[in-house]
T-cell receptor
């Protein structure tokens, strides 16, 4: 599975959009981009995943660049409860069940 | 539909004792994964099981650790003769039958403290 690079920490104001970047320059054609988050002392929570098209669900939007070498997770209106560590994970479509967690980005949402 | 359940949530053991961690997957899920999170680190894959089968245990320490997922009952992660370095949060996740890239649903974890 390809390696990902994320900034160690970010912050944003409550109510504003939080844009979390992820680089995955060695991603292969059959690898998806997944995002999970871990709120303090809880188990990781699935957020969203995509292959090459932008994706949106009730939690977030995922923007993947055309060359697929990077992506951005967008929380459109961050709340204090979105404070968490966000993990970007690249995972093969049909051969990899392991989730390989890096260090993630620690997002702090400020009141 | 209840989520993934783990118990106990907190477990304290003295060095040399055994630790048994239990995981009940979501209803209808037959795939179970165990991950370990050491303090201030990311989660690390340990083992992947299906009912009565260990599919991949490449992340398990070679000694003292074992896992099972019997036909009936929860999945068990067993750590024999615990040492202080085993202190960590152990998370279980489950996914349904089907393609392996299905999202994994995580439990709340068991926090093991070895005195």
């Amino acid at each position: 599975d390809a390696k990902t690079t994320q900034p160690p920490s970010m912050d944003c104001a409550e109510g504003r959009a939080a844009n979390l970047p992820c680089n995955h320059s060695t991603i292969s054609g059959n690898e998806y981009v997944y995002w999970y988050r871990q709120i303090h002392s809880q188990g990781p929570q699935y957020i969203i995943h995509g292959l090459k098209n932008n994706e949106t669900n009730e939690m977030a939007s995922l923007i993947i660049t055309e060359d697929r070498k990077s992506s951005t997770l967008i929380l459109p209106h961050a709340t204090l409860r979105d404070t968490a560590v966000y993990y970007c994970i690249v995972r093969a479509m049909d051969s990899s069940y392991k989730l390989i967690f890096g260090s993630g980005t620690r997002l702090l949402v400020r009141p | 539909n209840a989520g993934v359940m783990q118990n106990p949530r907190h477990l304290v053991r003295r060095r040399g004792q055994e630790a048994r961690l239990r995981c009940s997957p979501m209803k209808g899920h037959s795939h179970v994964y165990w991950y370990r999170q050491l303090p201030e680190e990311g989660l690390k894959f340990m083992v992947y099981l299906q009912k009565e089968n260990i599919i991949d245990e490449s992340g398990m320490p070679k000694e003292r650790f074992s896992a099972e997922f019997p036909k009936e009952g929860p999945s068990i992660l067993r750590i024999q003769q615990v040492v202080r370095g085993d202190s960590a949060a152990y998370f279980c996740a489950s996914s349904p039958e089907g393609l392996s890239y299905n999202e994994q649903f995580f439990g709340p974890g068991t926090r093991l403290t070895v005195l």
